[in-house]
């Protein structure tokens, strides 16, 4: 049984930094996407990363605050996020496709398996 389970999420006032996790257990993976859910909003796409190239995209808005990597030695894919700010508050979730079709836009990808989630505020 596949799991995900995030961590990392905490408050944070704004300028400040943050690292996210998201431990896979229970099978391989393609793609790992964060997402981030705020209330009222709908689900955005964050970033998401290929286990099989290391390949990585992010949301526009987000890229140049946001990185995304791989840890090989304890299947997590962590998500560190600098320059932090009242808006990126959030739920953050990941998820992991399985599929070996893996074309442009991993963040549209229909995601097979989520996590539960964990919450970032960033406030003064």
């Known amino acids: 049984q596949v799991q995900l389970v995030e961590s990392g999420g905490d408050l944070v006032q704004p300028g400040g930094s943050l690292r996210l996790s998201c431990a896979v257990s229970?099978?391989?993976?393609?793609?790992i996407g964060w997402f981030r859910q705020a209330p009222g909003r709908e689900r955005e796409g964050v970033s998401c990363?290929?286990?099989?190239?290391?390949?990585?995209e992010y949301s526009d808005s987000l890229k140049g605050r946001f990185a995304i990597s791989i840890d090989g030695a304890t299947n997590t894919v962590n998500l560190q996020m600098n320059n932090l700010k009242p808006e990126d508050s959030a739920v953050y979730y990941c998820?992991?496709?399985?599929?070996?079709?893996?074309?442009?836009?991993?963040?549209?990808?229909?995601?097979?398996?989520w996590g539960q989630g964990t919450q970032v505020t960033v406030s003064s």
């Open positions: 990363i290929r286990s099989f190239d290391g390949r990585s």
């Open positions: 229970g099978s391989a993976w393609q793609v």
């Open positions: 998820a992991a496709y399985f599929s070996d079709y893996v074309p442009e836009g991993c963040l549209r990808y229909d995601y097979d398996v």
